[in-house]
DNA sequence: CTTGCATTTTACCGGTCGGTCAACTATTGT
DNA sequence: ACAATAGTTGACCGACCGGTAAAATGCAAG
């Protein structure tokens, strides 16, 4: 890894946890830039501009989600239920963790972003929108095995994987706001009970 | 009606368009006091803060929905299980209704602020949870009322209502990251399969 | 040794941010 | 009528915003 990559990941580093734990607007680039070491100058010859800041923090932020324990939660070999109740624990105990380092639920940053800049500017809602479409095909791919092992009875499993997806992003949003990560630990496993039904033929 | 009250009434009436359609941090508070025609000494003599205004803004959304489809929603006189449809049917509609005005679907501005604001500003946070907790008491007396009739089989109120809040703003969030209120159309009816079950005695 | 490119530094741009202040004008109660 | 109060005006504050430009440096290939 040479120099340059290194200030331009010093930058990503420095943005990802302050757009998480703050806002996009309430972030500026002077302190991202303080925080890494780095001169706005140099800033901006790694990115043209801000947004595209924010669509490396997106990038990374899913791929350490994707790499992480995502990749456990949604493995193979596992039961395809029981993918979606790990995932589900991984999410707690990762806001949990948060929680203990940083003093404040953090939610997650797709979900923030998306809420925060999704009406102002249509290159980083769709950036956004393709996160939580993957997220979704993991939900469906662990439903529609779960429907043909016959661990659950056939359902719309788009639909449903939409649901629950959006039920998770819901789950942590209202945990947000009481500043409490226990409330994805009751709230969490009910995920299983959303069902939508197969349109009848 | 005074003309004070009718220049803060202004001020209100600005900042909720605008805090609805973008975010908090994005509105200044020059231009609310342009749109109000109002000046920025005047604004300060009503509210201490920009949080104020914020709260402000809060309340009165607040009141809106208590006192627009909510209550339509939440009429006692209708079946309690049916009241969730209806409050999922005005939820679209009303998000329908905004984007054909807007041309953006802007979500729910509670949830909007609570992923903005609430690791930064405790006062906002503890507004917004008090409005989710009144939320989440009119799904729960549905429930209630639901199993006292027979209409459901016995389960935990308290969380499965927190659940369903949940779901709400939560489908409300991938809708917009879709710009796309009928996400709600097709999502929202399964808030009903949502069951979190007493706890074994 | 030199050319050329990537990187970094530094100073700077116009504009906006939330907020303050003192002077001024209406309005109200006595 | 007068004093007190409520409301309004417009200029102003220092700080920060995202972004730019040009000069200085590091570095690698010819």
Chains 1, 2 share one sequence.
Request: glycine share 4%; net charge neutral.
């Amino acid at each position: 890894m040479n120099i340059a990559t290194d200030t331009r990941s010093r930058i990503v580093a420095a943005a990802k946890t302050r757009f998480h734990s703050r806002s996009y607007a309430n972030v500026g680039i002077q302190e991202i830039c303080d925080n890494a070491g780095v001169q706005k100058g140099s800033f901006y010859h790694f990115f043209p501009s801000k947004r595209d800041l924010a669509l490396a923090v997106i990038d990374e932020f899913a791929d350490d989600w994707a790499n992480g324990f995502v990749a456990e939660a949604f493995d193979p070999a596992l039961p395809p239920m029981e993918r979606i109740d790990y995932l589900i624990d991984a999410a707690y105990f990762w806001q949990k963790s948060i929680k203990e380092v940083h003093g404040r639920m953090l939610g997650c940053i797709f979900g923030n972003l998306t809420l925060e800049v999704s009406t102002q500017d249509d290159i980083l809602r769709a950036k956004l929108l393709a996160i939580f479409t993957r997220a979704k095909f993991r939900f469906k791919d662990a439903l529609d095995q779960a429907v043909a092992n016959g661990d659950i009875a056939p359902l719309n499993t788009s639909l449903t994987a939409e649901a629950m997806l959006a039920y998770l992003e819901g789950v942590i949003l209202l945990a947000k706001s009481q500043n409490d990560p226990e409330l994805l630990y009751r709230l969490g496993p009910a995920i299983k009970t959303l069902r939508i039904e197969l349109k009848p033929a």
